[in-house]
C-alpha cells in the first residue's frame, strides 16, 4: 500500500526512514535526524480508525497544521530547536488487520520525504510504503480420509488424508504439513495414536487441496472412531493453524465390507452417502470392465428413482435407468423394462402386478406368479417354486423339509445336487462355497483329483465382483443394474461363480436369483412370490408401510438394502431394534433367570449382532445362541434354528452339551459319525442341539464373568471370541465388546 501526501512547510532534504508497528523509529538515513525528532503529536481530526486509508487532504493553516484524513493518525517531525514541526510523517495505532500494533507481526512502514517529487513551490511530497510481513497459513478446511468426509467402514488399513491448503498470503506454497490422530476424545490431543511431525509433501499452492498424505503410525483398531486434524508450514517457514473442524474416520470390522477398498488394482470404490446414509455416488476406478461413476437419486421415501452412469470403461456403454412408484410401493415404470399395472383398490393383491409392458401377469390364490408371458411356474402345496417352464427351457426344483433347495435339473438334463448352502455336486464337478463372517471369500471346484480354487471379491452389497485364481489372475468379473440384472459378466476361463448378485445363486435357464425362500427376478426388480415372513410377524411391519408390499425387492432401495434369505429386509439398526422392542419381555425374564446377567447387556449383544447378520448362513452364530435363551425365532430373516427345538433339544438332554460342545467346535473331536453326516445334511434338529450345546457352554461363561461384564461390557467380546475359538488380544477387550458397551444407552429406551 502507498500513500502520498502533501506538507506545508520547506524540508531541508531527502528524508528516508522506517517505522516499525507501534510508529517507532527503526532507522533513518539522514544524520540530522534523531528518534527525538520524531515524537511531535500535533491535533488531527480521524474519519476512522482502520487503516484503510484511501486519501489525505490538506486544511487551512491558522497556528496548527490540521490535516484530515480517513486513516489512524499523524505523526509530525521537527528538526531539533525548531519550534514547530517542518514535516510529516503516519503515525500508526494499529496495524492492517486492525490488531494492537507492537505484536511482531513483521508489518513495517517505509517513507520518503522527497522535495525533487514535488509538486513545485514548498510543497514537497510524502511516499509511506507498507510492507506487510509474511504471514502464517490460516486452518485447512474441507478435510478428507480415503477421498470421503469423516467415513465410516474403510478398508485401507493405512488411510490416505487431504485438505485444503489456505493462507493469507495469496500465491504462497506450502511444503510442508503434520498430522495428528488420536482415538481418546475429540479435541483431546495430550495422547496421540500418531504424529507424522512436520514432513515434507508435494508443494501445494494456496488455496488448492493437498496431495494424498499416508498414515503412517501403528495398526489402526477396526471399529474404532479416530480424531484427526492437520496443519500446513509455508514456504517462508511460517507454522500455521490447525484445522478446527472435528473430522473422524474408523475402520471396518473384519469381514465387514466398507466404504473403499485398497486403492488401484482390480476394485477401488469410493462412496459418497446423504445425510441419512444412502449411496448417491459410487466411483469405481477399478482396473477392470466395471470402471464407471454412477450416481443414485431417491424420493422422500428412500425409495431408487434414478441410476445413471458417467465415464464407464470403453468395452461398456454409460446407462440412465429411471424407477417410478405408487404410493403402497408398487413399481409403476422401469425404463429399462416399461410401464406396471396393477389391480390395486379393490383387488384381493393389490401389489401383483396384472401388467408389464403388455405382458399379462396371473397368479394363484396364494400370490404365487403363474405365468408372465414367457415362463409359466408351478408351485407346490406350500409356495415353493417346483417347476418353470418356456417354449425353449425348462427348471425343475427339489426342497428338504426345511425348505431348502436341495436340487436343480435345468431342461431335465443337467442336474445340481446341493447337501446344505455350502456343498454341491453337478456332475462331475464338486462345488464348495468358503464363508468368512457370512461373506463368500472363495471357490472350491474338485474335478477327479484335480482342485481348483478362485477368491471372490465382493461388492458393498456382498455380491460377487471380482474373481481371481491362486495366482492373483482376473478369471471373472460381474457387475449388475439396480435390482441385480447382470451389467457385465465376462469370464476369462470356463469357471463360472453361480452366487452373483447379493450373493444369490443365479439360475441361468430362467435368469431368476434364488435367495433361500424364494425367487427374485432382477430383470423386473421383483420377487416371484410373496414374502413368507410376513405370516410370522405382522407387528414389525406396521412400522414400516412400505413392507406391507411382499412384493418388493429391497424395500425398493436395491442400491444400500439386500434382501439375503427372501424374507423381511429392513435397515439393520432399525431391524435390530425391532427384535429388542417386541422380544423385551423374554430379554427381562431371560435376565431374571441368570441374576447375575444384566438384560441390557443381553439385548445390546442382540442388538450388535442383529443389526449386522446380513448374510449369515452359519448356525453358531450369537444371534442364534441368544435365540435359544429368549425363545426368539432367528429362523426369519436368516434361516437359521427355529429356537423352540432347540429348547426342547437342550430340556430333553439328548447329548451330553459340554461333550458336545467340544465335539463340535474343536474341529476334529469325537463328535459321532452320525451326527456329522446329519450335520453336513443340515438337519435342523440337529443344528438345534448343537445351538443348545453352544448356548449352555456361554450361560457357563457368563456365570463366570458375570460380575465384571456387568460392571464392563467390554469383557463380552472376550467371552464371545473365547467361545468362539478366537479370543482377542490380551483376552480383555476387543472392538465387539466396544461396541456392546456403546449400544447400552440405545436398548435400554428399547426395553422400556
Not at 351 to 373: F, P, R, V
Not at 624 to 638: E, F, H, R, W
Request: with cysteine; aromatic share 10%.
Amino acid at each position: 500500500m502507498q500513500l502520498t501526501a502533501r506538507l506545508l512547510g520547506d524540508p531541508t532534504g531527502d528524508q528516508e526512514c522506517v517505522l516499525d508497528e507501534a510508529g517507532a523509529l527503526v532507522d533513518g538515513t539522514d544524520s540530522s535526524l534523531a528518534a527525538g525528532d520524531y515524537d511531535a503529536i500535533q491535533t488531527t481530526e480521524i474519519a476512522s480508525n482502520r487503516l484503510d486509508i484511501t486519501d489525505i487532504s490538506v486544511g487551512e493553516r491558522t497556528g496548527d497544521t490540521r490535516f484530515t484524513l480517513n486513516g489512524t493518525g499523524l505523526l509530525w517531525i521537527k528538526d531539533a530547536g525548531d519550534a514547530e514541526p517542518t514535516r510529516m510523517f503516519l503515525r500508526i495505532s494499529g496495524d492492517f488487520d486492525n490488531t494492537d500494533p507492537g505484536l511482531g507481526n513483521g508489518q513495517t512502514a517505509r517513507c520518503r520525504m522527497d522535495s525533487a517529487e514535488a509538486g513545485g513551490g514548498n510543497e514537497p511530497v510524502l511516499t509511506v510504503t507498507w510492507n506487510v510481513g509474511n504471514q502464517a497459513p490460516t486452518a485447512p478446511t474441507s478435510l478428507q480420509t480415503e477421498s470421503q468426509t469423516n467415513p465410516t467402514d474403510i478398508t485401507d488399513p493405512t488411510p490416505e488424508f487431504s485438505a485444503i491448503y489456505n493462507d493469507p498470503d495469496s500465491g504462497d506454497l506450502a511444503p510442508w504439513y503434520r498430522i495428528q490422530v488420536s482415538s481418546s476424545s475429540i479435541g483431546d490431543w495430550a495422547i496421540l495414536d500418531w504424529d507424522s511431525g512436520t514432513t515434507t509433501m508435494a508443494t501445494t499452492t494456496e488455496g488448492n487441496r493437498s496431495p494424498e498424505l499416508s498414515y503412517g503410525g501403528s495398526a489402526l483398531a477396526s471399529s474404532t472412531i479416530y480424531y484427526w486434524r492437520i496443519r500446513f508450514s509455508d514456504d517462508d517457514g511460517k507454522e500455521g493453524a490447525w484445522s478446527t473442524a472435528t473430522s473422524t474416520f474408523s475402520l471396518a470390522a473384519a469381514g465387514v465390507p466398507g466404504v473403499a477398498t485398497t486403492t488401484g488394482g482390480i476394485q477401488n470404490f469410493v462412496y459418497t452417502y446423504d445425510n441419512v446414509g444412502n449411496i448417491t455416488k459410487i466411483v469405481d476406478t477399478s482396473e477392470t470392465d466395471t470402471e464407471k461413476t454412477i450416481q443414485y437419486v431417491y424420493d422422500d421415501l428412500y425409495r431408487l428413482t434414478s441410476a445413471s452412469t458417467t465415464l464407464a470403461t470403453t468395452t461398456q456403454s454409460d446407462y440412465v435407468r429411471t424407477y417410478a412408484y405408487s404410493s403402497i410401493g408398487n413399481i409403476t415404470s422401469k425404463s429399462d423394462v416399461g410401464s406396471y399395472t396393477y389391480g390395486e383398490t379393490g383387488y384381493a393383491n393389490p401389489h401383483a402386478a396384472t401388467d408389464i409392458n403388455g405382458a399379462t401377469q396371473t397368479y394363484s390364490n396364494s400370490g404365487n406368479l403363474l405365468s408372465n408371458g414367457t415362463w409359466n411356474f408351478r408351485w407346490d402345496y406350500v409356495g415353493r417354486m417346483k417347476k418353470a417352464s418356456s417354449t425353449s427351457a425348462t427348471a425343475s426344483y427339489g426342497y428338504d423339509h426345511t425348505g431348502q433347495r436341495v436340487f436343480l435339473a435345468e431342461n431335465d438334463l443337467a442336474t445340481t445336487t446341493y447337501a446344505n448352502s455350502l456343498y454341491s455336486i453337478s456332475s462331475a464337478t464338486t462345488t464348495k462355497h468358503i464363508f468368512a463372517n457370512g461373506q463368500l471369500v472363495a471357490t472350491i471346484e474338485v474335478v477327479g483329483t484335480a482342485t481348483t480354487t478362485n477368491y471372490v471379491h465382493t461388492d458393498h452389497l456382498s455380491g460377487s465382483s471380482v474373481i481371481t485364481d491362486d495366482n492373483g489372475d482376473v478369471v471373472q468379473v460381474l457387475d449388475y443394474y439396480p435390482f441385480g440384472a447382470l451389467r457385465v459378466d465376462n469370464q476369462d476361463t470356463n469357471f463360472n461363480e453361480k452366487r452373483k448378485f447379493t450373493g444369490y445363486e443365479y439360475d441361468d435357464s430362467t435368469g431368476l436369483n434364488y435367495a433361500g425362500a424364494r425367487y427374485q427376478n432382477p430383470a423386473k426388480g421383483r420377487f416371484t412370490s410373496q414374502d413368507p415372513a410376513s405370516r410370522d410377524v405382522p407387528e414389525s411391519f406396521l412400522a414400516d408401510p412400505q413392507q406391507l408390499n411382499m412384493y418388493a425387492y429391497g424395500r425398493n432401495n436395491p442400491v444400500n438394502l439386500v434382501d439375503p434369505t427372501g424374507e423381511y429386509i429392513l435397515f439393520p439398526k432399525f431391524r435390530a431394534g425391532l427384535d429388542i422392542r417386541f422380544n423385551r419381555e423374554n430379554i427381562k425374564n431371560a435376565a431374571s433367570r441368570y441374576p447375575d446377567v444384566r438384560a441390557d447387556i443381553l439385548a445390546a449383544n442382540i442388538y450388535e449382532e442383529r443389526r449386522g447378520a446380513l448374510n449369515v448362513n452359519f448356525i453358531d452364530t450369537y444371534t442364534d445362541v441368544y435365540g435359544g435363551l429368549l425363545g426368539i425365532d432367528t429362523s426369519i430373516g436368516l434361516g437359521q434354528i427355529r429356537i423352540s427345538t432347540a429348547q426342547n433339544a437342550a430340556n430333553a438332554g439328548y447329548f451330553d452339551v459340554d461333550q458336545l460342545y467340544d465335539d463340535t467346535f474343536s474341529f476334529g473331536g469325537n463328535m459321532p459319525q452320525r451326527l456329522k453326516m446329519i450335520h453336513l445334511l443340515n438337519n435342523n434338529e440337529t443344528n438345534a442341539i448343537i445351538g443348545a450345546a453352544f448356548l449352555q457352554q456361554q450361560i457357563d461363561k457368563w456365570k463366570e464373568f458375570a460380575p465384571d461384564v456387568a460392571n464392563d461390557p467390554e469383557l463380552l467380546g472376550s467371552i464371545y471370541n473365547d467361545s468362539r475359538n478366537d479370543p482377542a488380544d490380551g483376552g480383555f477387550s476387543n472392538p465387539f465388546g466396544e461396541r456392546v458397551a456403546g449400544s447400552i444407552d440405545r436398548v435400554n429406551e428399547l426395553l422400556e
